[in-house]
């Protein structure tokens, strides 16, 4: 089963600086199937990168994804007020059938 | 308006059974693969349970325990949940698997709170 690992937990930043977020796969994950969520406290999830760097519909310009086989990064260029949140990677694997999360990683404000 | 909208949630015992539903509209609800995820209270994302026309796949925390479903016809996911233990304790999400090859959930719903306590 691969298991991802999110990095760092917290971030702390202020708006308008970049942020830079590391998701790290314990094996080698098609790039088609890593995804990156925002979620909001009290709120459902939302899909903001699919296929590793395809932003969804909706999302930003300022949000992009990159990375392949086992390093995957999501980058927020200018950090806007609504961008303080959690982030989850996510990756669907064969063997055994399914789908992992990351633990989160927390953009807060510094 | 493409929308997903959990129902059932609810305070049960140790041991005892659940069933979740998801409403959807907005598409063509049987053209879709669908999941449940969970979350814990102040914890991470869960991947529950994934269902296609085909085929379904558990989390090995629920396999044996859950039992996941559609009615096309009626545009609803189920899952079914017996014997529950205090660990199930947490919102509950449908999420719609996009279209294509991709693997990821780009509708989610508004999630149904299931806690599991004496």
């Known amino acids: 089963e691969i298991v991802l690992t999110q990095s760092p937990g917290t971030l702390s930043l202020s708006p308008g600086e970049r942020a830079t977020l590391s998701c790290r796969a314990s094996q080698s994950v098609s790039s088609s199937y890593l995804a990156w969520y925002q979620q909001k406290p009290g709120q459902a999830p939302r899909l903001l990168i699919f296929?590793?760097?395809s932003r969804a519909t909706g999302i930003p310009d300022r949000f992009s994804g990159s990375g392949s086989g086992t390093d995957f990064t999501l980058t927020i260029s200018r950090l806007e007020p609504e961008d303080f949140a959690v982030y989850y990677c996510?990756?669907?694997?064969?063997?055994?059938?399914?789908?992992?999360f990351g633990p989160g990683t927390k953009v807060d404000i510094k | 308006e493409v929308q997903l909208v959990e129902s059932g949630g609810g305070l049960v015992q140790p041991g005892g059974s659940l069933r979740l539903s998801c409403a959807a509209s907005?598409?063509?609800?049987?053209?879709?693969?669908m999941n449940w995820v969970r979350q814990a209270p102040g914890k991470g994302l869960e991947w529950v349970s994934y269902?296609?026309?085909?085929?379904?796949y558990y989390a090995d925390s629920v396999k044996g325990r859950f039992t996941i479903s559609r009615d096309n016809a009626e545009n609803s996911l189920f899952l079914q949940m017996d014997s529950l233990r205090a660990e199930d304790t947490a919102v509950y999400y449908c999420a719609r698997r996009m279209s294509g090859s991709y693997k990821s959930f780009d509708i989610w719903g508004q999630g149904t709170m299931v806690t599991v306590s004496s």
């Open positions: 269902i296609s026309s085909s085929t379904i």
């Open positions: 296929g590793a760097s």
């Open positions: 907005g598409f063509t609800f049987s053209a879709y693969s």
């Open positions: 996510q990756q669907y694997g064969s063997s055994p059938p399914g789908f992992t």
